[in-house]
């Protein structure tokens, strides 16, 4: 079946640092991959997404290119604010035409001034 | 995007009783799903809610336990029947517009304590 393994957290940085957190999955067939986020005392929000290898998602500053030959979908930010600070969950749906998401386990991301 | 609300947005339950969850959507949506979320975890898919028919569940999650209704294409409901402290999660409703771009939107989640 399918999953999705994220670096584990919490993950604290210094505002203006580097961000990554490492995602990989385990997928039959050509998943669609996304990254969500939740915000302290928020709902689950849609941040970014890529349908297709090689494809690349972009929102609010932060990047993930779908990398079949390694299985991965590695969510980066140049320069992280204290606005960022959220639980950030990296999932994937089952093919085309599928909306059932497989979530990984989340990574907590706190970034201080 | 959607709006989604859900009913109630936190309760304290006992053990033994079943609660009903209720999500609304602000638009009519092809597709309807209930996840969960145990303290500290990750979601976890409980069913596809299908208008009109039975709703369709994941492996580990029956329909004696976590019946689903449907009745249309802006509302669904989750009961968690015979609970216990196990059951204590956050309850998630997500819809999907379109089946093209399998984009799922959220609801703000049901915080389940049962004692």
Same mark, same amino acid.
């Given at each position: ?15 203006? +640092? ?32 890529? @349908?297709?290898?090689?494809? *690349? ?15 991965? !979908?590695? #969510? ?19 093919? +085309? ?5 497989? !979530?990984?386990?989340?990574? *907590? #991301?706190?970034?201080?001034? | ?9 936190? %309760? ?17 949506? @092809?597709?309807?799903?209930?996840? $969960? ?9 409980? +069913?596809? +809610? ?5 709703? @369709?569940?994941?492996?580990? &999650?029956?329909? %004696? *336990? &976590? ?29 999907? $517009? %379109? ?12 915080? #389940?304590?049962?004692?």
């Amino acid at each position: 079946g399918n999953s999705v393994t994220q670096m584990e957290g919490p993950v604290t940085l210094s505002e203006e +640092a580097f961000l990554t957190i490492n995602c990989t999955y385990t997928a039959t067939g050509y998943p669609s991959l996304f990254w969500y986020v939740q915000y302290p005392g928020e709902g689950l929000q849609l941040l970014l997404k890529a @349908t297709k290898a090689d494809d *690349k998602g972009s929102n609010k500053g932060f990047e993930a290119t779908y990398r079949k030959e390694t299985t991965s !979908f590695h #969510l980066e930010k140049g320069s992280v604010q204290v606005s960022d600070s959220a639980v950030y969950f990296c999932a994937l749906t089952r093919g +085309a035409g599928s909306y059932q998401l497989t !979530f990984g386990k989340g990574t *907590k #991301l706190s970034v201080i001034p | 995007s959607a709006v989604i609300s859900q009913k109630p947005s936190r %309760d304290i339950c006992q053990r033994g009783t079943s609660l009903t969850i209720q999500c609304q959507v602000d638009s009519q949506v @092809t597709m309807m799903f209930w996840y $969960r979320q145990q303290p500290g975890q990750s979601l976890t898919l409980i +069913a596809t +809610a299908n208008q009109g028919s039975e709703a @369709t569940y994941e492996s580990g &999650f029956v329909i %004696d *336990k &976590f019946p689903i209704s449907r009745p249309n294409l802006t509302f669904s409901t989750l009961t968690v029947s015979n609970m216990s402290p196990e059951d204590s999660s956050i309850y998630l409703c997500s819809v999907g $517009r %379109d089946r093209e771009f399998n984009e799922q939107f959220f609801g703000p989640g049901t915080r #389940l304590t049962v004692l």
